[in-house]
T-cell receptor, first 113, second 111 residues
Framework: DAGVTQSPTHLIKTRGQQVTLRCSPI?????VSWYQQVLGQGPQFIFQ???????GRGNFPDRFSARQFPNYSSELNVNALLLGDSALYLC????????????FGPGTRLLVL | GESVGLHLPTLSVQEGDNSIINCAYS??????FIWYKQESGKGPQFIIDIRSNMDKRQGQRVTVLLNKTVKHLSLQIAATQPGDSAVYFCAENMGRNDMRFGAGTRLTVKP
């Protein structure tokens, strides 16, 4: 079975631009969470979506938004990119929305110049 | 705010020895904890989890211990191998679907 997949693997943008990152969860998983991992730190929670609705949000500005589609895949959008948005963006999927194991994808490496 | 932390940022062990990675947490309401392994350039990989109604759980070569009295979590790796070299994170369920990660411990296994 395929694990969590993310695209693209790498991305270079300039300040002020917008970016869309994509995630496909493990088959059968209905929950997708997004995390930002800055180099040398642990992942920071951004969003969780379950059954196409936002179920949790971390301490990130409104420039960050996401959505989940009927097939449970998800997109993370970041507007007005800042240099500090450079990070590894991780997607994790789980069966439900509660305290369950989250399985991570390989991430998208975003560099903002 | 309450957060997960790690006692040691780096750990170096000899191949074949046992490794112990520690983690302190301060949210007494956390009910679920996970250990992840992250290799360079990859996403975190699930190792083992434990719920707050347990104090020990064993997997293949790994054991997680939970001490709720002192809010301490540890990961024990038996017979450490070079392939175990990675950064290890503990994460706690903060509720509201927010998994909070520590900063990580880098484990280096010397041949």
């Amino acid at each position: 079975d395929a694990g969590v997949t993310q695209s693209p693997t790498h991305l270079i943008k300039t300040r002020g631009q917008q970016v869309t990152l994509r995630c496909s969860p493990i088959s059968g998983h209905k929950s997708v969470s997004w995390y930002q991992q800055v180099l040398g730190q642990g992942p920071q929670f951004i969003f969780q979506y379950y059954e196409k609705e936002e179920r949790g949000r971390g301490n990130f500005p409104d420039r960050f938004s996401a959505r989940q589609f009927p097939n449970y895949s998800s997109e993370l959008n970041v507007n007005a990119l800042l240099l500090g948005d450079s990070a590894l963006y991780l997607c994790a999927s789980s069966l439900g929305q509660g305290a369950e194991t989250q399985y991570f994808g390989p991430g998208t490496r975003l560099l903002v110049l | 705010g309450e957060s997960v932390g790690l006692h040691l940022p780096t750990l170096s062990v000899q191949e074949g020895d046992n490794s112990i990675i520690n983690c302190a947490y301060s949210n007494s309401a956390s009910d679920y904890f996970i250990w992840y392994k992250q290799e360079s350039g990859k996403g975190p990989q699930f190792i083992i989890d434990i719920r707050s109604n347990m104090d020990k759980r064993q997997g293949q070569r790994v054991t997680v211990l939970l001490n709720k009295t002192v809010k301490h979590l540890s990961l024990q790796i038996a017979a450490t191998q070079p392939g175990d070299s990675a950064v290890y994170f503990c994460a706690e369920n903060m509720g509201r679907n927010d998994m909070r990660f520590g900063a990580g411990t880098r484990l280096t296994v010397k041949p």
